[in-house]
């Protein structure tokens, strides 16, 4: 049975999966701004690409001993070859994030940067280092920036103040920072609506996050490759699996 969940569906955080939930969500994302931003704006895909070193595979962490014969003479031993331990080694893949830029048509200024994040810009690695000087940059500039975490794991983005919480929308309006709007939500919580940050005096149009992440669940045909049998990947806190088990059974 598919669980109804009030906000994020914790099922799409399996790092196996979100690649394709975030490139749905991207997707999805620009289909809903656009009707409400043209003709002045237009909601453009774009896409950063760099290397990301992994370990493939399960390590075998048995150790196996070699053993002298007990009637050892120099004379008439066999050596016993050692048998060797099966490891891992990194394996550098490809990697491709997409994100949204607000572009003014008639000048092709980008106004907004939509970004969502993935496990590898919350972890150590080349991924962290490429987002966070993209971000500092789009910081440094008139630039609004819209940030989505939708991850549990994984450390969160620099800055001040923040409040504890599984997820967080951050809207960085150029004109006001250093300060910025903050939208933390848990598990168990609706994903806050938030306005999208335009040129002054505009129009902002309200972003509904929730409707955009249930179109992409459906139309990407997500609930085919999850087993909601089984624990979430990345695991929950106790509370919140007991929590998850109960909506089984509404």
Do not use: C
């Not at 994100?99 to 003014?104: A, D, G, K, M, S």
């Amino acid at each position: 049975m598919t669980p109804k969940f009030p906000g994020m569906n914790p099922y799409l955080e399996n790092p196996a999966l979100w690649p394709e939930v975030h490139s749905w969500l991207i997707v999805e994302l620009a289909r809903s701004l656009n009707p409400l931003l043209v003709p002045k704006y237009r909601a453009a895909v774009e896409k950063r690409v760099y290397s990301d070193a992994v370990l493939v595979g399960i390590p075998d962490a048995s150790v196996f001993e070699v053993r002298p014969d007990a009637d050892f003479t120099p004379a008439t031993t066999t050596q016993v070859m050692p048998k060797p331990v099966r490891v891992t080694v990194p394996q550098t893949e490809e990697r491709t994030e997409r994100y949204l830029e607000i572009r003014e048509v008639k000048t092709g200024r980008v106004v907004t940067a939509i970004e969502l994040l993935s496990p590898t810009n919350k972890r150590a690695g080349e991924g962290r280092q490429k987002y966070l000087a993209k971000r500092q940059k789009v910081l440094n500039s008139r630039t609004h920036l819209v940030e989505i975490d939708l991850l549990r794991s994984g450390d969160f983005m620099p800055m001040t103040a923040a409040i504890p919480s599984d997820y967080r929308i951050l809207v960085s309006r150029a004109n006001l920072r250093p300060e910025a709007e903050l939208y933390p939500f848990n598990l168990r919580e609706t994903i806050p609506e938030f306005s999208l940050p335009l040129l002054p005096q505009e129009r902002e149009p309200v972003v509904h996050l929730s409707d955009i992440l249930e179109r992409a669940y459906s139309e990407a045909a997500l609930d085919l490759t999850i087993d909601y049998s089984r624990s979430p990947v990345p695991p929950l806190r106790d509370v919140d699996e007991e929590w998850v088990r109960s909506l089984m059974s509404l």
